[in-house]
């Protein structure tokens, strides 16, 4: 994880020409040095505002950035009305150099950003080729045309998702983790928690961004619920094939269960217990009472003679005729039945294709929307013949142009797209609901035509029998009773042991919601601690050299569960004098960065203060802080300070200590 700046230019067009300022940043200590507003914090805002990071400042879409590059320069006592105006920023990540360009006045839309994968600035000769990506946006952190998600993947970030106030998952905003890396002179120094931007309703956020700034393995505690979670996903999986294994039984005998939940439960058996029916005349009867109407019809069957076939050979051939017109009805709703369902599963894997085919185009025209809402014109070819998708040529009509009418717009493609995901997604829904019911019918009629079938064999057999001979129909219904009611008991015993296997699982779920109700809460894995430590030993080391004195440093720790300095229980505040609380955030963001030189942590290396002598630190302080500060130089990081002092004070700062200088005469943005 690394991000350095390499090149800040600013320009701006007045109605008295061009005025701008290009400033280029080395690693280590890097000073920039003016008198009091001649633009200091203009270039340090320009840098976030480059890097679409405003949101760390205020939620408001404001451009954040003052009147000299939005509305009117001064320059020599005199006003220029700013016509556009625009930041450029050549950043690297150690490997790579990229250039951003965002505009501050202008006709583009400011939630544009144009990047060069490479150094246009400090190689101005180099020739590349820029993409758009937008910013401020939905998306922007997430999708592939979003600039936060290049810009995360770019420094080496994978942002995380995060739970919010309404327990719905988000990103872990870039805006969120840079108060760890840039304080701005206006609001920056008051309060280490305050620099959140709490508007993004995130739970924890100052927590969430600290543990992923210093790669917090608060998944010691994380990991073992990720295993919970894991059996318990197991569980559910078990559990669903057990309920599977119940359908598969119950189906053997046209029966379905009820009171059966389809999730795991912790006690076991439930309340209302799970119960067998059986579809017998266009009801449903339980598994029990079923069993007991067919041995009292096997009863009465035995309870008779057995027919010989001359007695009862009229009304055998009856039966016959009847049954085999059945047979031929009943046959021909199965092959009916059976192109049903092949159609039915024809058109539900063409309607998921289709919905996956048009929840792709609409990501894509979504992006494409976005770019043009912003005015880029690169990539965008709707009109001009060629595919916004696959940029493939493509012909509009195949009529004569003039009688063609133009086609239609990204946002009219867009709202035509969400329509037809509305009406496919409907047609799933109503697919899958045919498809559940035609496979129960399928399964009632196959059923029938195979006693049907039994019944006309056995008929037929009892006409060829000698007139004497015993009636096999007879025979074989008693038979075959005697068979189901054998085969309904079996399944019934099978499903008793089915059900009993549930109490086991129900046992295993209740453990493992107790566990993970249990996991201990705040208790941190030794690298982690280890990393808190050093950052309480480097951050009371740094106070000592500061000249701190509001309270004895020995007892100043780091929290472990907030992760903000604190005294006795409560966090540094309002208690301390505001010079010192002024040194407790130099030790607190500049121990965040020595840290990351021992551990591995996501911290890029980077710190950009803007006016770090607030509250009239006295000089030695500021001295020790300088000095501390340019030991990044050594570990290639980059601290970057704006600041008024006094040039002769400041050389005197800095005479002894490597550094770079930038120092500025009047003001910042002049004639080009």
């Known amino acids: 994880m690394s991000l350095q700046i390499r090149q800040l230019n600013i320009r701006v067009s007045t109605s008295n020409g061009l005025f701008g300022v290009d400033i280029p940043f080395a690693m280590g200590l890097c000073v920039l040095h003016a008198d009091n507003t001649s633009g200091k914090s ?157 508007y993004l ?137 059976l192109e049903e369902m092949e159609n039915c599963r024809i058109n539900f894997g063409a309607i998921q294709s289709r919905i996956s085919s048009l929840e792709e185009e609409l990501s894509k025209h979504k992006d494409l929307q976005t770019l043009a809402s912003l005015g880029s014109a690169s990539e965008i070819q709707v009109n001009s013949g060629t595919c916004p998708t696959c940029h493939q040529h493509i012909s509009d009509s195949l009529i004569s142009p003039q009688e063609v009418s133009n086609p239609m717009t990204i946002e009219q493609n867009v709202e035509f797209i969400r329509e037809q995901l509305k009406i496919f997604k409907a047609m799933e829904q109503s697919e899958v609901q045919t498809l559940e019911h035609k496979t129960r019918q399928l399964n009632i009629i196959r059923r029938r035509v195979t006693e049907i079938r039994e019944e006309i064999r056995s008929l037929k057999t009892t006409l060829t029998s000698s007139n004497n001979s015993p009636s096999y129909f007879a025979i074989e219904e008693r038979i075959r009773l005697k068979d189901k009611i054998r085969h309904i008991k079996s399944v019934q015993e099978q499903i008793d ?22 996991l201990p ?42 992760y903000f300095p604190e005294h006795d229980g409560f966090e540094l505040s309002f208690d301390l004098s505001a010079s010192d609380y002024i040194r407790v955030i130099w030790a607190y963001l500049l121990g965040l960065l020595e840290v990351s030189r021992d551990h591995q942590t996501n911290h890029l290396g980077l710190l950009i203060l803007d006016e770090p002598r607030q509250q009239s630190a006295r000089e030695t302080s500021i001295e020790a802080f300088l000095r501390r500060a340019s030991n990044s130089l050594r570990y290639n990081q980059q601290v970057i300070v704006a600041t008024s002092e006094s040039r002769e004070v400041l050389d005197a700062h800095l005479s002894s200590i490597p550094h770079t200088l930038r120092r500025f005469e009047g003001r910042i943005i002049a004639p080009i």
């Open 497 to 518: 042991i089915l059900l009993g296997s549930f109490e086991p699982l129900s046992d295993e779920w209740n453990k493992v919601q107790i566990q993970l109700r249990d």
């Open 521 to 562: 809460k705040g208790i941190l894995p030794e690298e982690d601690i280890a990393k808190i430590t050093d950052l309480e030993h480097i951050f009371q080391e740094q106070l000592r050299e500061y000249g701190f004195n509001s309270l004895t440093i020995n007892n100043i720790k780091i929290s472990d569960y907030s």
């Open 42 to 198: 203009t270039c340090l805002q320009s840098i976030i505002f480059a890097l679409g990071l405003e949101g760390m400042l205020s939620p408001q879409r404001n451009i954040p950035l003052p009147s000299v590059v939005t509305d009117r320069l001064e320059y020599n006592d005199r006003f220029y009305e700013v016509l556009e105006s625009e930041v450029f920023l050549e950043i690297s990540n150690a490997s790579q150099t990229i250039t951003v360009r965002r505009q501050i006045k202008g006709s583009q839309d400011v939630s544009l950003i144009t990047v060069w994968e490479d150094a246009m600035l400090s190689h101005p000769n180099v020739s590349c080729v820029p993409s758009d990506y937008f910013v401020r946006r939905n998306g922007a952190a997430s999708r592939e045309r979003g600039f936060h998600y290049f810009l995360a993947r770019f420094v080496g970030w994978e942002l995380p998702e995060v739970a919010d106030y309404e327990d719905k998952e988000k990103p872990l905003y870039m805006e969120t983790l840079f108060p760890f890396l840039f304080v701005e002179q206006k609001h920056g120094w008051s309060n280490l928690r305050n620099r959140f931007p709490s």
């Open 201 to 337: 309703k995130i739970k924890d956020l100052s927590r969430r961004a600290f543990e992923f700034i210093f790669a917090m393995d608060v998944q010691g505690i994380a990991t073992q619920k990720i295993l919970l979670n894991q059996q318990s996903t197991s569980l559910k999986s078990r559990w669903s094939n057990k309920v599977v294994e119940f359908n598969r039984l119950t189906e053997g005998i046209n029966a379905t269960i009820s009171n059966l939940p389809s999730q795991p439960i912790a006690i076991w058996p439930p309340t209302i217990q799970p119960i067998v029916l059986i579809s017998r005349d266009n009801d449903w009867i339980s598994i029990g009472q079923a069993i007991f109407d067919s041995e009292e019809h096997l009863i009465a069957l035995e309870s008779q003679e057995i027919p010989v076939v001359s007695e009862i050979s009229e009304l055998v051939n009856e039966q016959l005729q009847l049954r085999e017109e059945e047979r031929i009805n009943i046959e021909l709703q199965l092959r009916l039945k």
